[in-house]
């Protein structure tokens, strides 16, 4: 189905604001626990645990978040912890592994349900999807600014949005599967755990604009280049490519006329 080219621009425009929003929310997810302060990037994370129980816990609340751990005293519950302690060292992709995550911590049956590939390369491969689909996000915005007028960028800008939703659907699908685990593990040892929510929110906001980015430019992504020409002549009172069709028909008319006239000629000639 062939859409109206005014209908087509509205629809981008709001395709375009979704990506703007998708690559904000994928910042916050992205940058959330990058410093070792108590700043607001702190304030997110994956997960966060009471560990003032387990053997070898560094902190007695523990949080993780993409870069390392972080720890509060304990405080009115793990939701309203104590003050701040501090940070781990910082590294990117870091993994969901406390008996790694604490120095090789005291054995325990808690930390070794967590010594598995799964929790290992679901919470390390989970980053570098992430930023794929912010690189991907980044790219459809820029890109939606010329669909307006090029067909291959409209093409290039419809896949961009379904690559980022493919990726951060993938990344999104590895954290809560990781860190979903993760709690029930503390929780199945007596330990309070929590999920962030607006982190999560953060997540999966992201993977609802990337698919709504990916439906309304495919549906709206035209079949070849006519469609723009179309739409640039309906748009500029049927200006096109500097001729108009008035004066293209005059042009015709004209060309029909000498030839006749040569015609005539011809005959008299004759």
Request: proline share 4%; charged share 15%.
């Amino acid at each position: 189905m062939k859409v109206p080219y005014p209908l087509r621009i509205t629809i981008q425009l709001l395709a375009t604001l979704f990506a703007a929003g998708s690559i904000l929310l994928y910042l916050f997810v992205v940058l959330a626990g990058i410093k070792s302060d108590g700043n607001v990037l702190n304030k997110w994370y994956f997960l966060r645990a009471d560990t003032s129980d387990l053997p070898g816990a560094t902190y007695p609340i523990t949080q993780w978040s993409l870069y390392g751990i972080c720890g509060y005293e304990s405080g009115d519950s793990i939701s309203k912890p104590g003050d701040f302690i501090g940070c781990s060292s910082h590294k990117p992709a870091y993994p969901l592994d406390p008996k790694r995550n604490f120095n090789d911590g005291d054995s325990s049956e808690t930390w070794d349900q967590f010594r598995t590939n799964k929790f290992y390369f679901e919470t390390r491969f989970q980053f570098a999807f992430y930023l794929i689909a912010l690189f991907f996000a980044v790219c459809q915005f820029f890109l939606s600014f010329g669909s307006f007028f090029c067909y291959p960028v409209a093409i290039a800008s419809a896949a961009s949005a379904i690559t980022s939703f493919v990726f951060g659907a993938i990344a999104a699908s590895l954290s809560t599967a990781a860190y979903v685990d993760g709690r029930n593990i503390f929780h199945k040892h007596g330990a309070e755990a929590k999920l962030d929510p607006s982190l999560y929110g953060f997540m999966w906001a992201c993977v609802v604009m990337s698919i709504l980015n990916s439906v309304l430019f495919w549906f709206t992504c035209p079949k070849d280049d006519s469609y723009f020409n179309g739409g640039l002549a309906a748009s500029r009172g049927g200006y096109k490519f500097g001729v108009t069709e008035r004066n293209t028909a005059q042009t015709a008319m004209t060309i029909d006329s000498e030839s006749v006239d040569e015609k005539n000629s011809a005959v008299l000639v004759a």
